[in-house]
């Protein structure tokens, strides 16, 4: 059975798991019995006692909607980019920068590279090329 209650310190609200003897508030750290505690809604369903908790509070939960949109209006470059400059692995980079340039330009050169890579560029194209990532397909001109 979870309760909602009020902390007896902080006067935060927040939720309890009556079955235990003790319960410390997650703002204040303080602890409390259980049995002392008075609980203004009791569930045995945890994610009933949340709901109750947000209507209690006004939180309201973001529009997934609205995230999805902006995701999906991303910038393909700039995400790209993103992800180019997040990734440890050097393999990985590589795999990135080929497929997202193919993506975006469908075939790209040095050039492009460097946008991204900075001086490393040159070394980028011809670690690529050595693993077969990108293949030329005019001189200059590269594809994943």
Do not use: W
């Not at 947000?54 to 393909?76: C, H, L």
């Not at 050097?90 to 040095?110: D, H």
């Amino acid at each position: 059975m979870y309760g909602l209650t009020l902390c007896g310190v902080c006067r935060r609200p927040r939720i309890v798991d009556k079955s235990k003897s003790e319960s410390a508030c997650p703002y204040c750290n303080c602890v409390q019995k259980t049995k002392d505690l008075a609980c203004y809604f009791e569930s045995a369903d945890q994610d009933a006692v949340r709901e109750a908790l947000a209507q209690a509070t006004g939180f309201v939960p973001p529009d997934m909607a609205k995230k999805k949109q902006r995701i999906a209006e991303a910038d393909p470059y700039s995400t790209m980019v993103y992800r180019y400059e997040h990734c440890s692995d050097l393999e990985e980079k590589m795999v990135i920068l080929a497929e997202g340039l193919t993506a975006i330009k469908g075939t790209f050169t040095l050039d492009d590279v460097r946008e991204v890579a900075g001086d490393r560029a040159e070394k980028m194209v011809s670690a690529m090329l050595d693993r077969c990532i990108i293949s030329e397909v005019r001189i200059g001109v590269y594809r994943a």
